[in-house]
């Protein structure tokens, strides 16, 4: 991969991250607006119609074999499923702000599911780096909480819960993207999970589409953004880089999520943010910055330069 591609896929990875930290917004928006898992559902097919409309231009839809099928039953339960009922039932029981920081974990979480499932090495670096992110965790849902641990907010646990089996299925998305191009596994996912998800919400919401075809104008706006842009082309593009990057260097990216969703809370709900939050987001932002392999990554880059510098002085002599 050349360096023109590569800078282009971080770019785009950027973007995501921005769509994704607006789109907790967003979400507590939706979900605090009607029954949970029910818009839910509708958002996430909402999305899976919208991926495959961009497929069918691109001519990437076909139908998956049965070893792919079973890829992605399992992972659209963890990637869909779980992570969007666990993102959506925690977000209208916490704040977007809080929310945001948690969803700041997710590269962690994928380098330790990474290491258990990929056998991916983790250095003491690493090991430092999850004690960081843990520790910033431990901030904002415990001591910004009131310091105990019965003052957890149930939201928060819902939130970790939803980046966990998230990170889960980016390691089954990996092993399958040599095979099944990773957008339209993308759209699959979200097609079998938003079915799940209007399933579960039949029986646990009674009732629950009522009042949404009366919802605003604004409503309306709001979740198409968070639908196709967000869900749609945002879940395309991350998935695509990690066919093509890797699962830990895409995941680096995601410790812009929690700023951009820090940015959201304050301009769109007024949220305001405390210093045990901003203390928390710098332990979670240095813990990824160590727990992804980020920092290790770049002094490796910066001790080959200088190799190649001393060497291209030393044929000079």
């Not at 974990?105 to 990929?118: D, G, Q, R």
């Amino acid at each position: 991969m050349s360096k023109a591609e590569k800078y282009r896929i971080y770019l785009l990875l950027v973007f995501v991250m921005l769509s994704w930290g607006f789109n907790v917004i967003a979400t507590k928006i939706i979900v605090s607006s009607f029954p949970t898992i029910t818009i839910t559902s509708i958002r996430v097919f909402t999305a899976a119609l919208s991926v495959f409309i961009i497929l069918s231009f691109l001519n990437k839809v076909r139908l998956p074999s049965k070893k792919e099928l079973r890829y992605i039953l399992i992972a659209g339960f963890f990637n869909v499923v779980c992570h969007h009922y666990f993102l959506s039932i925690g977000l209208s029981q916490t704040s977007a702000s809080n929310g945001g920081l948690i969803l700041g974990l997710s590269p962690i979480l994928t380098t330790i599911v990474a290491f258990l499932f990929l056998k991916n090495k983790i250095t003491f670096v690493k090991f430092l780096g999850i004690l960081l992110g843990f520790t910033g965790v431990t901030f904002i849902v415990v001591i910004g909480s009131g310091g105990g641990i019965s003052s957890i907010s149930f939201g928060d646990i819902y939130v970790f819960l939803s980046i966990f089996t998230q990170a889960f299925s980016f390691v089954l998305i990996k092993k399958i993207s040599n095979s099944l191009d990773p957008r339209l596994m993308t759209g699959y996912m979200l097609l079998f999970g938003s079915i799940i998800l209007f399933i579960i919400g039949l029986f646990k919401e009674p009732g629950g589409l009522e009042g949404i075809p009366h919802a605003s104008f604004d409503f309306w706006m709001i979740f198409l953004a968070s639908a196709v842009i967000s869900t749609a082309l945002g879940h395309m593009i991350y998935n695509s880089a990690i066919g093509k990057v890797g699962v830990t260097e895409s995941a680096i990216f995601i410790n812009l999520n929690p700023f951009f969703a820090l940015i959201g809370a304050v301009l769109f709900l007024d949220e305001k943010i405390s210093s045990t939050q901003l203390i928390g987001f710098l332990f979670i932002l240095f813990g990824v910055l160590f727990g992804s392999g980020a920092l290790e990554e770049y002094l490796h880059q910066l001790k080959l330069k200088k190799k190649h510098v001393f060497i291209d002085k030393a044929k000079n002599v």
